[in-house]
């Protein structure tokens, strides 16, 4: 039985005045484990009244993240105070943060569907090549270049200055065996090493060795007419999309989106959509998990506007040629742009200030002309970050 199964029956236990208290790993408020655990609990009739959303284990030899809750299924006033991580607060959400004024949570959006995939999973290391050996492969019969592609990782995504590659890959996608084994060099390396990899799995991995486990038809589909898609490293503390080619295979560390969009670009580089993603997304120890069912499905898209494909062209542009000139990857390139010591620098303050145009822009598509925004550092869910932290309505004239 899971914690999560174990909370739900605890509740079911207590009596109409009762009390519990539980420790848990910080993913039981986290998306699926939230759904099944505390959602079903407040749905019982539970009222949380203290809670922990993210804590460090107080021992060194335990390296994880933990949450407390404790919560009555007796009546609770509207008057008693909450302390949510150490703040009295209303209300506590399941999220295990203070509630907001809009109750339950974000449904997924008709209108967001088919756009945004997880990466195809290999299920097989023998898949994978080095830049040279693809080149021999295309060189010693250039049919090989119809099953050999750059594979596109997180780690390259985030790591890499200009995003690319640093690995190619088999893909024998949509072909039989037979078809597949008329491409001798890269079948014969997946006959011997992927079929070994798969021994003690099950039939079908076994049996179609050459194949992907997850191949992801309706991603390729999806971006079968796109020069460019989106990306997003499925763990990451930037959250933030790339534009790259189309024609390589993109890993299950990556969640693509099927558009080349600018005016996209800018409404998934906003702060709104990176605060969406870190509230109702995952974590692995202090990074974001990107789950696109949770995140982007659930996050509602504003009217498409001229300004938003502008300032999402020049962040594009600027911040590709900023990581290029100075060598820097994704994740350093935020890294400074969120770090609180670093000032005067021309390039990072000027991608700091692209940012506040793409949220300006993105709140003005959202017709939220009457709230006053401010950009800055600030901490949320104990990360440090440089972003908007503000809102307020606007004084009335």
């Known amino acids: 039985m899971t914690l999560h199964y174990g909370a739900l029956l605890g509740t079911s236990l207590l009596q109409a005045e009762g009390t519990l208290g539980l420790i848990a790993t910080n993913s039981v408020a986290q998306g699926e484990s939230r759904e099944v655990g505390l959602d079903a609990m407040i749905g019982q009739g539970f009222t949380i009244t203290r809670a922990i959303q993210s804590q460090s284990w107080p021992s060194a030899s335990a390296n994880l993240e933990f949450a407390a809750v404790w919560g009555t299924l007796g009546s609770v006033g509207d008057e008693a105070p909450r302390i949510a991580n150490g703040e009295i607060v209303h209300r506590i959400s399941t999220l295990l943060e203070a509630a ?7 449904q997924q959006l008709q209108e967001n569907k088919g756009i945004a995939f997880e990466g195809c999973k290999l299920r097989g290391t023998g898949f994978i090549i080095d830049p040279g050996e693809a080149s ?3 060189l010693s019969d250039p049919a090989n270049k119809q099953v050999l592609f750059p594979y596109l990782n997180g780690e390259d995504l985030n790591s890499r200055p200009d995003s690319s590659a640093s690995r ?15 491409f001798r060099l890269p079948f014969d390396r997946v006959d011997e090493v992927v079929s070994y990899e798969r021994k003690n799995l099950g039939a079908q991995l076994r049996e179609k060795f050459w194949l992907y486990e997850r191949p992801r038809a309706a991603m390729r589909k999806a971006i079968a007419g796109l020069s460019e898609v989106l990306v997003i490293a499925c763990t990451s503390k930037s959250v933030m999309p790339v534009r790259v080619s189309t024609g390589q295979v993109f890993s299950n560390a990556l969640d693509v989106f099927a558009t080349m969009n600018y005016g996209d670009q800018a409404v998934l580089s906003s702060s709104l959509h990176q605060l969406w993603a870190i509230t ?35 962040l594009d542009e600027e911040r590709r040629e900023i990581m290029v000139s100075r060598d820097l990857g994704l994740t350093n390139i935020y890294n400074l742009v969120n770090s609180p010591d670093v000032s005067g620098d021309a390039d990072i303050d000027r991608l700091r200030q692209v940012h506040v145009e793409v949220d300006e822009a993105v709140m003005a ?17 104990q990360e440090r970050r440089w972003g908007l932290f503000e809102v307020e309505r606007a004084p009335q004239q």
């Not at 190619?168 to 008329?182: L, M, Q, Y």
């Open 100 to 106: 907001g004024r809009v109750e339950g949570l974000p």
């Open 136 to 138: 021999e492969w295309q």
């Open 168 to 182: 190619w890959v088999i893909d024998f996608t949509g072909h039989d065996g037979t078809s597949a084994a008329r």
């Open 280 to 314: 109702y997304g995952s974590t692995l120890e202090t990074r974001i998990r990107y789950t696109p069912s949770d995140v982007f499905e659930t996050f509602p898209r504003p009217v498409a506007t001229a300004r938003l494909a502008e300032i999402g062209r020049a």
């Open 365 to 381: 598509a959202f017709g939220w002309t009457d709230l006053n925004f401010q950009h800055g550092f600030h901490s949320y869910r």
